[in-house]
């Protein structure tokens, strides 16, 4: 089945350790998306890849980067984690045709720093 | 900039009993989303509208798109327990194509 993969799906990471998830898709949608969730809040968006064109969000903090090194994977790397980047990380996926915008998202990858 | 603001935030009902969420834009929507969030569990897109007044169900769940395209609402009638979950609205940010702005979502609790 086409799908939305993440990895891990838990992740526990030390205080300022770099760490990387990551997101893999099967659905070959040419756009792919990270959001951040906190408890009770809803997805918010750091960046999102067009193809290879990436978009930052201005709100996103630069200790957030992400590649994409094909159509199929995209990676979330935190340069130094901060207690405050406890928090769920969703892919998604959307095809970005004109008029489409429905995403899909991963199952999600739940982020501790300790 | 945008907003898109949704009400109430939690909602608790009885098994049986209908539910209504709102959803209201800042600005005119060229269309709007709603997903579905089950506990533990990662946003499920249910429908988008398009259509200025547009209403679409999907059995129990009834979706409208208000005639100004600034404002939805989904009602589910009947809850039952697997109803549960967070419903977001969510709109496209005007200045990036397929980029969403989520509403805070309506956390449903059903009592059976």
């Known amino acids: 089945d086409a799908m939305v993969i993440q990895n891990p799906r838990y992740q526990v990471t030390q205080f300022g350790k770099p760490v990387t998830l990551s997101c893999s898709q099967t659905l070959n949608h040419n756009v792919m998306y990270w959001y951040q969730q906190k408890s009770s809040q809803a997805p918010k968006l750091l960046f999102h890849y067009y193809d290879k064109d990436f978009n930052n969000e201005a709100d996103t903090p630069d200790n957030f980067q992400s590649r994409r090194p094909n159509t199929s994977f995209c990676f979330l790397d935190i340069r130094s984690p901060g207690l405050g980047d406890a928090a769920m990380y969703l892919c998604?996926?959307?095809?970005?045709?004109?008029?489409?915008?429905?995403?899909?998202f991963g199952p999600g990858t739940r982020l501790t720093v300790t | 900039g945008q907003q898109v603001m949704q009400i109430p935030q939690y909602q608790h009902v009885q098994e049986g009993e209908d539910f209504t969420t709102y959803c209201n834009s800042s600005t005119t929507l060229s269309n709007i989303q709603w997903y579905k969030q089950r506990p533990g569990g990662h946003p499920v897109f249910l429908i988008q509208l398009v259509k200025s007044g547009e209403v679409k169900k999907q059995k129990r769940l009834t979706f409208q798109f208000g005639e100004a395209k600034k404002n939805s609402s989904l009602h589910i009638t009947a809850t039952q327990t697997t109803d549960v979950g967070t419903y977001f609205c969510a709109g496209p940010n005007g200045g990036s194509q397929g980029n969403l702005i989520f509403g805070k979502g309506t956390k449903l609790s059903v009592k059976p």
């Open positions: 998604a996926t959307s095809r970005g045709d004109r008029g489409v915008y429905e995403q899909y």
